[in-house]
Every structure is written in C-alpha cells, then in structure tokens.
C-alpha cells in the first residue's frame, strides 16, 4: 500500500533538509524496485503556492502543490529554516494548515526548526519534542508547555515526530523507513547515502564533548576533557579542583561561569551520557555500566536515569529502538 508524503517548504527553508527527506524515501523506493517489489512512498513537494521556491542556499525546488488543494498526506514533513521566527511570522497559513488538518495526517515531522510551525500550531503541547540546539531555549521560553529536549537527535510522540537540527533529518526518516520496510532496507538506504544507521553514540545532537569545545578557559576545557575520558576517576570537585591547581571553592565558580553547569551536574550528564551509549550499544548488566561509567552502583545508576531522562535504565535500553527511537511512555 502506498504512503503518501508531503515534504513542505516555503521561501528560505533549509535545502539540505529537504534534499535529504526525499533521497531517503526515493532510496527506500529503489531499492523495493530492486527487489521486484512496488514502490512505497509517494512523495509531493508542497508549498504555500505553486512553482519555483528558493531554499536558503542556491538551490531552488519546485512545488507542485500549494497548502490546501488536496487533502493533507499520510505522512507531511516540515523542513526548518535559519531564521525560524521571521519565517513563522511570514508563513502563518502553514501553521492554520497545520491546526486544521491534524487530525486528518497519520504522522507529521517537524526537522529541526520546522518543529516550531507544530509548536506554534498547538501540536506540541503536552508532548516531548526535539529542535535544533540553538533555538532550544527560544521554544522552552515560546511554548512552556513542550518537554524539550535539546539533546535529542529525534524523538517520536505518539504521531508527531520531531528532530534536532539539519542532518538529523537522515536519522529520523532512516528510523520511519526502518519501521514501514525493515532493518535490512534501512540498512541498505543508509549504506547507499553513506551514513549511519544509528549514530555511533547514540541519541545525543550537542553532547557535553561539544561543549568542551565552546569552553575558552584552557584549564576548565582540559578539566572537561579528562572527564570524558575518565567518568569512572574520582571526579569530585576536591579532585577536580587539585587537577586544575585552583582553591575549590574557585574551580567551582569558574567552571560555572565558563560552562553553565557545576562541576557536579557536568559529571553526572557525562556519566549518564556514557551510561546511555552502553545501554544502547551492548548486553552488559547494568551493575557493570554503573561500575564502567563512574556511578558506582546500580542504585545510583538508576536514581541518575530516573531523575533526569524519568525512565530507569533497563526501560530504557527495552524502549531504544535499533535506529535510537526512544518512545514516550504510553507510545505504542
């Protein structure tokens, strides 16, 4: 049965996003045909009108459908945009489509910023969802009501499905083509566009490594390295503190300062970073995780879990899916 799919774009829409929503699927589609197998998605390009529409780069797509001359798709993705607010402002008759034919889609994708055009249409509400990085803050302060996770690489919530930023678009849509066709086909899409299947890692879009890199103090970055490569180390602030040749009490305000994290939040989400990488990855009992990524115990590793991702850790290695979905609980 085939499954129709709108990819939505509007003056200045990220190409790479799009470009990279329709090789998916068309890949997907091709290798069915090598198969002998009919196709699966049937893609549209869909606009707030019909014709050429400039991306943010030099390239240029052609809608061959405006917003409400057919019924929505079975699948409509939004792409998202470097200037997201000035584009939802221009472009509020795609959020009016978005409020009006929700009930009429099977799934609908906001990549990266695209994810504002679901939030400001009310979509979000009450759900977790995933954005690009830098307008993470803006959509926690624009719509208090959205769990954001600005970690995330994807998440999937019930029929909404929502993705950090640009390239993520190969993860999620990877991830939907894996659970309409299969692993094998997925794998073999992935393996043509040359990218992971499920990114070395796992799920995390700005982990604290990259942050380590923002930082400008050189002894607080070095700090930040050696945690990474050592969760299981005494990393208390009095060692950390002796490490970088600073009082304790002054590491701790400069690392602060220079990180937006105390020295013990840092630890954790690194340990916990590490913690999810092996559940994801591997069969290892979690008393042995908790040894190997510096929490000491199965307690403590599973009062991290629960405190800060509000699921413990064998749940969470039940509910990661081959392509890194992590569903919401009361998904099915």
């Not at 909404?160 to 894996?178: C, H, I, P, Q, Y």
């Not at 115990?297 to 899916?321: D, H, K, M």
Request: aromatic share 8%; with cysteine.
């Amino acid at each position: 049965m085939r499954t129709t799919v709108d990819i939505v774009i509007y003056p200045g829409f990220k190409a790479i996003e799009a470009v990279g929503a329709i090789n998916v699927f068309d890949y997907a589609n091709t290798r069915l045909r090598q198969l002998g197998c009919e196709p699966k998605y049937e893609l549209r390009l869909v606009g707030p009108g019909v014709g050429t529409i400039q991306s943010d780069t030099l390239i240029s797509l052609n809608a061959t459908k405006a917003l409400g001359s057919l019924p929505p798709a079975d699948v409509v993705v939004i792409v998202g945009a470097r200037d997201i607010v000035n584009v939802l402002a221009a472009c509020g008759d795609i959020v009016d489509w978005c409020r009006t034919c929700a009930d009429k889609m099977n799934i609908i994708v906001g990549l990266c910023s695209g994810s504002f055009f679901l939030a400001e249409a009310g979509l979000l509400s009450g759900r977790r969802a995933a954005t690009h990085w830098s307008v993470a803050e803006l959509m926690r302060q624009r719509y208090p009501g959205i769990q954001v996770d600005a970690d995330a690489i994807f998440v999937r919530d019930s029929y909404v499905w929502t993705s950090a930023g640009v390239t993520a678009v190969f993860d999620l849509v990877l991830a939907m083509v894996e659970e309409d066709l299969g692993r094998d086909i997925a794998l073999s899409v992935a393996r043509d566009l040359v990218v992971y299947l499920k990114r070395p890692g796992g799920q995390s879009q700005f982990s604290e490594h990259l942050l380590s890199q923002m930082t400008a103090h050189p002894r607080v970055r070095d700090i930040q390295d050696y945690i990474h490569r050592s969760p299981k180390a005494d990393l208390s602030v009095k060692a950390l503190a002796a490490r970088a040749a600073m009082s304790a009490r002054n590491f701790s305000r400069v690392f602060l300062k220079e990180t937006g994290h105390t020295p013990s939040e840092y630890v954790e989400q690194t340990r916990l970073d590490a913690a999810r990488r092996l559940l994801e990855d591997g069969e290892q009992p979690l008393k042995r995780i908790a040894l190997e990524t510096g929490f000491g115990s199965e307690g403590r590793l599973r009062q991290a879990f629960q405190r800060r991702l509000n699921v413990t850790p064998g749940a969470y290695r039940e509910r990661f899916a081959s392509t890194g979905v992590l569903k919401v609980a009361g998904d099915s």
